[in-house]
């Protein structure tokens, strides 16, 4: 069965760091491009992190400099990096699987429950 | 403000016909970009409900149809459900990156 799971959020200060990590189980997570999609409250969807199956990645500009993507191949895994972290960043963060290809025509067909990042003081 | 275009709002009576506008631009939907369509039930992740403008994953009802043409695209439910009540939103990309409508809620009266 198709999965992926995320964890690592929770309450954290302004100006803290944070990793979120996504284990993915019934592919290889290098084999497709993935995603962190956050949804803040009363907002839209927003992909703020991509990573390639050639390991490119992009970042939107409201978190690059601050975020990063990563996956760890031998663990099936997807990490987020957050630091330099600001209200602005609460929201549920979603780990989704993108298609063998590119964003361009690939769907994200695969989603997480998420993982939610409070940054308050 | 999302680059791809959504109304806020629909609404519909149960088995009526409502759709969804994506207004894009030449630089995403225009330049021959696929749009795909997720649904996201209160409470839920996003769901893929349209894939590569008009194709719909296995187990999605036929009620949903996605159409594209020039630099916008539309969702169509028919026949319109009280379990429809959901966000719906477009993605397409643009500049090297993933993108989102700001997404459209629908009401079922």
């Known amino acids: 069965e198709l999965q992926v799971v995320e964890s690592g959020g929770g309450l954290i200060q302004p100006g803290g760091s944070l990793r979120l990590s996504c284990a993915t189980s019934g592919f290889n997570v290098s084999g497709n491009y993935m995603t962190w999609v956050r949804q803040s409250p009363g907002k839209g969807l927003e992909c703020v992190s991509v990573?390639?199956?050639?390991?490119?990645?992009y970042h939107a500009e409201s978190v690059r400099g601050r975020f990063t993507i990563s996956r760890d191949n031998s663990k099936n895994t997807l990490h987020l990096q957050m630091s330099s972290l600001t209200p602005e960043d609460t929201a549920v963060y979603y780990c989704?699987?993108?298609?063998?290809?590119?964003?361009?025509?690939?769907?994200?067909?695969?989603w997480g429950q998420g993982t939610t990042v409070t940054v308050s003081s | 403000q999302s680059v791809l275009t959504q109304p806020p709002s629909v609404s519909g009576a149960p088995g009526q016909r409502v759709t969804i506008s994506c207004t894009g631009s030449r630089s995403n939907i225009g330049a021959g970009y696929d749009v795909h369509w997720y649904q996201r039930l209160p409470g839920t992740a996003p769901k893929l409900l349209i894939y590569g403008n008009i194709n719909r994953p296995s187990g999605v009802p036929d009620r949903f149809s996605g159409s594209k043409s020039g630099t916008s695209a539309s969702l169509a439910i028919t026949g319109l459900q009280a379990e429809d009540e959901a966000d719906y939103y477009c993605q397409s990309y643009d500049s090297s990156h993933v993108l989102f409508g700001g997404g459209t809620k629908v009401t079922v009266l």
């Open positions: 990573i390639y199956s050639g390991g490119r990645t």
């Open positions: 989704a699987r993108g298609g063998r290809g590119s964003p361009k025509y690939y769907a994200m067909d695969v």
